[in-house]
C-alpha cells in the first residue's frame, strides 16, 4: 500500500497509536506504517498508550497482546470505553482461539499473528481503517469522546491515569487545589451484562464508604454522575505508589515491611469486623502514603456477610496467585480466613521478592495452590529469622482451620517477634522448628 490508497481510506493521512514493549518491533511497525503514508505514534506499555488515548484521537491503535502489567487486550476493553471511534488491531505470537474470537465479538477489528511482513501488516491496518470508516459514515451522532467531559461536568480535571484493572480505570484528578483518585466503570460491551458490573461497582463505594479507618483508602463520593452513563467513585489520593512497585524495587527495610504488615493487619480486622471479605488481597491493592504508611484498597470483588459461595458459572474473580485454595476450587465456601492465606501470599512475596505459588496456566496455579507446599524462604537465599518463618507458614496452611483465624492475631505474633518475646529458644520455638519442616519444601 502506498501513501496514496493511505489517503483514499480515510481521505487524509491515518493517526495510528503503535503499542509495543519490544523496541525493535516498534520500531519495525512504526517506520513500515509510517512508509505507508500514516501518522504514526508510539508508546511502550498499556498506561501511556492509556494517557494518550484519554487525551488524543486516533484512527487505529495497534497493540502487542503481551504488555508489561496491562495485556493488549485489557488496553483494548479500556480503549473501547474512552475512545469508541479507534479502530483496534491487536497483534501476538501465538493467540489463542477463544481469544481471537472474544476480542472480534467485543469489536476488535483483526488479530494479527506473528510473524508479520510489512505487506501483511499494510493489508491488515487498510481493511480496519476501512471498516472503520464504513462505521463511522452509518453513526448518526459525533459525540466528543474520552473522560475529560464527564470529569468537566462533574467539576474536576483530568491529570493523568493512574491504573488500568480488568473492569476499571483510575484516574487522577483535581478540584479546588486538591488531587483525589477517581475510579471510572469501563463499559465492556460482551464481556459481562453491564447492569451486573454497575451493581458491583457501586457497591464497592458503598461498602468502603462506611469503613472509617487510617487503613483503608477513603470513598469520598461515589454516583453515576450527569446522563447516568458515568459511574464513578472518588477517592482520597495516596501519593506513594503500590506495595507492588515498591516489591519489585525491593525498596523498603525489614522494619519498614513489618510496618506495612501490621497495618494492613489492622485494616483487615476493620474490615472483617464489618462484616465484610476483602476477596482480593494483593500488592497492587496496597497503596504507601509518602510516609510508608499502608492502605488497603479496591473493594471491587468484597462481599458482605462474612461468606463466599463459588457457583463455579461466574467468571473467576479475584487474583489467583493469590487465592486460597477454598477460593480457588468450585464449590467451597471461603470466610475471613481465605483473606489471611491471601495476606500469607503477600507477605511472602513481600519478605522473599517471589511468590510462593506462580504458574502461567489457571488449572496448573490452582493444583499448586491446594496442594503443593511453598519452597522455604531459605531455599531462595532470603535470611528470614524462624519466628517469622512460623508466622509465614501459619498464614498460609491448606486448611482454613490451621491458619491464623484473625489478622488481629497475626499482628499480634508479629509485635511479638519485634520486641524479642518470641525466640526459637523456648519451647514454641523448638515446636515451630518441626511445624516449618512440614509446610516448606
Given at each position: 500500500m502506498t501513501e496514496q490508497r493511505a489517503t483514499q481510506v480515510l481521505g487524509a493521512s491515518a493517526r495510528i497509536l503503535v503499542v509495543e514493549d519490544d523496541p525493535l518491533m516498534r520500531t519495525f511497525f512504526v517506520e513500515a506504517l509510517s512508509s505507508e503514508g500514516y501518522e504514526v505514534e508510539e508508546a511502550e506499555d498499556g498506561l501511556s498508550a492509556s494517557n494518550r488515548l484519554v487525551k488524543e484521537s486516533y484512527d487505529l491503535v495497534l497493540s502487542d497482546v503481551n504488555l508489561p502489567g496491562l495485556s493488549g487486550v485489557e488496553l483494548f476493553r479500556q480503549s473501547s470505553t474512552w475512545s469508541n471511534e479507534a479502530a483496534m488491531v491487536l497483534i501476538t505470537g501465538a493467540p489463542r482461539v477463544e481469544d481471537a474470537v472474544a476480542t472480534i465479538k467485543e469489536g476488535a477489528c483483526d488479530y494479527l499473528t506473528k510473524p508479520i511482513t510489512v505487506d501483511k501488516l499494510a493489508d491488515c491496518v487498510a481493511d480496519a481503517l476501512a471498516a472503520r470508516q464504513t462505521q463511522a459514515a452509518a453513526s448518526s451522532q459525533a459525540e466528543e469522546s474520552g473522560p475529560e467531559r464527564?470529569?468537566?461536568?462533574?467539576?474536576?480535571?483530568?491529570?493523568?491515569?493512574?491504573?488500568?484493572?480488568?473492569?476499571?480505570?483510575?484516574?487522577?484528578?483535581?478540584?479546588?487545589?486538591?488531587?483525589?483518585?477517581?475510579?471510572?466503570?469501563?463499559?465492556?460491551?460482551?464481556?459481562?451484562?453491564?447492569?451486573?458490573?454497575?451493581?458491583?461497582?457501586?457497591?464497592?463505594?458503598?461498602?468502603?464508604?462506611?469503613?472509617?479507618?487510617?487503613?483503608?483508602?477513603?470513598?469520598?463520593?461515589?454516583?453515576?454522575?450527569?446522563?447516568?452513563?458515568?459511574?464513578?467513585?472518588?477517592m482520597e489520593y495516596v501519593d506513594g505508589g503500590t506495595l507492588a512497585?515498591?516489591?519489585?524495587?525491593?525498596?523498603?527495610?525489614?522494619?519498614?515491611?513489618?510496618?506495612?504488615?501490621?497495618?494492613?493487619?489492622?485494616?483487615?480486622?476493620?474490615?472483617?469486623?464489618?462484616?465484610?471479605?476483602?476477596?482480593?488481597?494483593?500488592?497492587?491493592?496496597?497503596?504507601?502514603?509518602?510516609?510508608?504508611?499502608?492502605?488497603?484498597?479496591?473493594?471491587?470483588?468484597?462481599?458482605?456477610g462474612g461468606l463466599w459461595q463459588s457457583d463455579g458459572d461466574g467468571p473467576l474473580m479475584g487474583s489467583p496467585a493469590y487465592m486460597a485454595p477454598e477460593r480457588a476450587g468450585s464449590d467451597e465456601t471461603a470466610d475471613q480466613r481465605a483473606d489471611i492465606f491471601s495476606l500469607g501470599v503477600l507477605c511472602y512475596e513481600l519478605l522473599t521478592g517471589q511468590l510462593p505459588f506462580a504458574e502461567k496456566r489457571w488449572g496448573s496455579m490452582r493444583r499448586q495452590i491446594a496442594r503443593r507446599r511453598p519452597l522455604a524462604p531459605r531455599r531462595l537465599g532470603m535470611v528470614i529469622e524462624p519466628p517469622l518463618e512460623q508466622i509465614l507458614a501459619r498464614m498460609l496452611q491448606k486448611m482454613p482451620s490451621d491458619r491464623y483465624q484473625s489478622a488481629a492475631d497475626i499482628r499480634a505474633d508479629v509485635e511479638r517477634f519485634r520486641s524479642g518475646q518470641w525466640t526459637e529458644c523456648g519451647p514454641e520455638g523448638q515446636a515451630g522448628q518441626e511445624f516449618l519442616r512440614r509446610l516448606w519444601r
Open positions: 464527564h470529569l468537566h461536568r462533574l467539576g474536576y480535571r483530568f491529570i493523568r491515569t493512574l491504573g488500568l484493572g480488568a473492569f476499571s480505570t483510575v484516574f487522577l484528578v483535581e478540584r479546588g487545589g486538591t488531587q483525589y483518585a477517581m475510579k471510572i466503570l469501563q463499559k465492556l460491551g460482551h464481556i459481562t451484562p453491564y447492569s451486573d458490573l454497575l451493581v458491583r461497582f457501586l457497591h464497592e463505594g458503598e461498602i468502603v464508604s462506611g469503613l472509617d479507618h487510617h487503613g483503608i483508602v477513603k470513598v469520598l463520593e461515589c454516583g453515576i454522575g450527569p446522563g447516568y452513563d458515568f459511574p464513578f467513585i472518588l512497585r515498591h516489591i519489585q524495587q525491593d525498596s523498603l527495610t525489614l522494619e519498614e515491611k513489618l510496618d506495612v504488615i501490621s497495618e494492613i493487619c489492622d485494616a483487615l480486622s476493620v474490615v472483617h469486623e464489618n462484616g465484610i471479605l476483602h476477596q482480593d488481597v494483593k500488592p497492587s491493592n496496597v497503596l504507601l502514603t509518602a510516609d510508608g504508611r499502608a492502605k488497603v484498597t479496591d473493594f471491587g470483588i468484597s462481599r458482605l
